[in-house]
C-alpha cells in the first residue's frame, strides 16, 4: 500500500469519525450559526474525501485497472496450474513430468 492510499483511507476514517461526532452533537458550539456551518462543510468534505478516496482506492485510473487486471491473470494461471518449465535440483527431479503435480 503505497503513502496515498494510506492518507485517504485515514481521511475517509477521519471524516467517518467527525460525521458519526456530528450525529450524536458531540462538537456542537454555543453559537447556532457556527454549528450549522460546521455541520455543512463537515459533511461537504466529508462527501469529497469519500468520492476521492474511492476514485483513487479502486481501479477506476489506468494503472489501477491495467494492474487489477494483471492480478486477476495471475490468480487465474494459479487456480488452473502453472503450465511452465519445473526446474528441480539433482535427486528431487521426478521421472515422469507429470508426477510432481499437486
Known amino acids: 500500500m503505497d503513502n496515498g492510499t494510506r492518507l485517504r483511507t485515514l481521511l475517509a476514517i477521519a471524516s467517518s469519525v467527525n460525521t458519526a461526532l456530528i450525529a450524536t452533537d458531540v462538537t456542537g458550539f454555543n453559537s447556532p450559526e457556527i454549528d450549522y ?6 459533511l461537504v468534505l466529508n462527501f469529497i474525501i ?38 528441480y535440483d539433482g535427486e528431487d527431479e521426478p521421472e515422469d513430468p507429470d508426477e510432481g503435480e499437486v
Do not use: C, P
Not at 456551518?37 to 463537515?42: D, M, R
Not at 476514485?55 to 487489477?68: G, P, Q, S, V
Open 37 to 42: 456551518a460546521y455541520k455543512v462543510i463537515s
Open 50 to 87: 469519500v468520492a476521492l478516496a474511492t476514485y483513487f482506492n479502486n481501479d477506476y485510473t489506468d494503472i489501477a485497472a491495467e494492474k487489477t487486471a494483471e492480478l486477476r491473470q495471475a490468480k487465474a494461471e494459479k487456480r488452473e496450474g502453472y503450465t511452465g518449465e519445473r526446474f
